[in-house]
DNA sequence: GTTAGCACTCAGGGGGTTTGAGTGCTAAAA
DNA sequence: TTTTAGCACTCAAACCCCCTGAGTGCTAAC
């Protein structure tokens, strides 16, 4: 695509102009802002040869003109100019990642609304779910007499725990005996090893205690198959409502409702090879997203798997500004899970 | 209040009506609904009667009535028949009661949800915090040599853990020790009573391993915070948008923020000595609240704390059903919870 | 290649009219 | 006394029409 240079001046112009205001763009607004002493008429003319491109649209002839998605992604891949964030932005960022980040199964829901409250525009974020997670160790821990902890370690690290309480009481020695036979038995298997029969013959190595083991194995059965599993968080929903474009609720509702709880991760895009990924409408598979853009991130959360957090907006949504404030967030993420620091999870029970 | 018989049945009528259809009721339409053999003009009598009581009211001169918020009182308090459940709807509550409500800490988030689908409206869900919750054991157990899991179990049988990872290398002795003396100094201790002295202490009394004193208690002390917050979780906004009352964006929008996240637990209402409690238009102080209905149900969640869980929509929602529904999940919450069926909780580190 | 000028287009807003559902009142019937 | 039929009245919503003004494309001159 090889435009003159006032032809890119003037394309950039009407986009930014669109990103604020949502209004089609006339040819004197432009002829005035982009400062250069010609006239309308030229601008006209100029336009007129971008609308040929298939750069700019107009909604109806005698309107002004409106990017269209490819202006947009010839904008985003050449004519942007990098956004720096404020001092006052990163300090709200890093803040938000310090504060409250401490249990790795919120942090999804968490970065979710960071993104939503700093880009005004509804977020989400998908846990990429891990897939062979193994057990590496068991902990049992003696509370009362009729009652103990589970504690799960997995290959991955994360550490889970579950209260049990017994009908009958327990000694210290069966306890450990127990202990003993489950990390001899299930450690180091992923979900599918741990078959029917291992569980018999670990039953009846038991003894006694046969019933705690399968008490045992389902807990971490019900770890494994949690961390495996793919899930979503939205937030910041209502973002959309306050959006011109989503003034009308025909065009909000749909998109609201392909976004509400309970969506299918598979629904949102995620980013292959880039860390970063921006999909102006049409470019979107879903249908509901057709005339949306949304941009994705993706970030380390270590053992080689990556977090996707991203924002959905109109068309017209600040390119510039979002990717800025995602890319940072994304990178301290990054950081926060590389550096380990992120380590609570919880478990509780009754 | 004393109506004769055929008022009351006219003003259910009214009520059903407007509660299916959102539009004011007209004579003529009431004279065939309750199936008795008068004229619309005999109805028009009994409603401009119903309207000087204050039990009706009409848009303006020309439209039909619609319900005051006196007279859906009124219908809730008198006039509405117990709305049975099918049996396909208590097998869907059921189910959605034994999947997935494995662990505490989502209970919540789940139990709004379900209650969103169930009714078609916004729903919230309020955890109840605890006060004066006070750490009862401690645990610390070695994974490598220089990382070892924190165990914490509350008074009221909740357990959370975290991974901690260490710059150095520990002796399983020195975690013995330290093991001992988080339990006889820190067990038994509300927040408060977790002072910087009794820090000093026992900073002291560890010897070389005080820096893990501080890990260790301050981790006790985030357990306990997260305990004691109130904390809401909101679904189902979405379902907002379906209801004609709030399909123009300047109704919904204000509701729609007021509801949306990070919402202030404060502003719920919870209700006080009743198992639910109705809350119709003015009734609720909340301003934004001021034009819809609440209905809200508590549960018991053991050791004589109480789970909220609610939903919100205009005053015309049908009181009969969403009651109905939200008291039998009520019922099956408190069910779970007092069972100790409930007891997974989740902790993980990395 | 640029500009001024001009005829043309069309969404959006304002104002007026029509429609029809619903009301209140009155007078007659039960 | 209660009910009913009839009729005049009201008013939101739908519709229509016209006007306005921002913006365009084209052409002819610079």
């Known amino acids: 695509m090889d435009l003159t240079e006032r032809k890119r001046r003037i394309l950039r112009a009407i986009i930014e102009s669109y990103i604020q205001s949502a209004e089609p763009v006339g040819s004197k607004a432009i002829a005035q802002a982009i400062g250069m002493e010609v006239s309308s008429a030229t601008i006209r003319n100029e336009m007129a040869d971008l609308e040929s491109m298939g750069l700019l649209e107009k909604p109806h002839t005698s309107a002004g003109r409106i990017p269209s998605p490819k202006g947009y992604r010839l904008y985003v891949n050449e004519l942007m100019e990098e ?9 709200r960022i890093n803040q938000a990642l310090r504060l409250k980040m401490q249990e790795l199964d919120r942090v999804l829901d968490q970065a979710g609304r960071v993104v939503s409250q700093l880009t005004n525009y509804p ?20 509370v009362e007499r009729n009652a103990f902890i589970i504690v799960v370690m997995t290959d991955s690290n994360i ?23 489950l990390n ?26 046969y019933g705690l083991i399968s008490l045992v194995v389902s807990f971490a059965i019900e770890v494994l198959e949690s961390l495996e599993r793919r899930t979503v968080h939205t937030s910041g929903l209502a973002h959309l409502l306050e959006l011109p474009e ?28 880039d860390p970063m990924k921006i999909l102006i409408g049409p470019e979107n598979v879903a249908d509901a ?21 991203g924002v959905v907006g ?6 510039a500004k979002i990717t800025a404030r995602l890319s940072y967030l994304a990178e301290g993420l990054s950081r926060l899970f590389g550096r380990g620091e992120l380590s609570d999870g919880r478990d509780d029970s009754k």
Chains 1, 2 share one sequence.
């Open 83 to 91: 956004h720096k964030l404020s001092l006052q932005e990163t300090q």
């Open 123 to 142: 977020a989400f974020a998908l846990s990429s779910g891990m897939s062979r997670v193994t057990i590496r160790r068991f902990d049992l821990l003696m």
């Open 159 to 181: 550490v889970r725990n579950r209260l049990i309480r017994l009908p009958s009481d327990l000694t210290e020695a069966q306890l450990q005996m127990l202990n003993t036979l």
């Open 184 to 209: 001899t038995t299930f450690t180091g298997l992923s979900l599918e090893e741990i078959t029917p029969e291992l569980m018999r013959v670990a039953q009846h190595a038991a003894g006694d205690a």
């Open 246 to 273: 989503y003034r009308s609720l025909e065009r909000a509702q749909p998109l609201l409702s392909y976004l509400s709880e309970d969506a299918d991760p598979a629904r949102f895009p995620v980013p292959k090879d």
């Open 289 to 309: 997203l057709k005339d949306t853009s949304v941009v994705v991130a993706s970030y380390d959360i270590g053992d080689g798997m990556r977090g996707v957090i």
């Open 314 to 319: 109109p068309t017209r949504m600040d390119y």
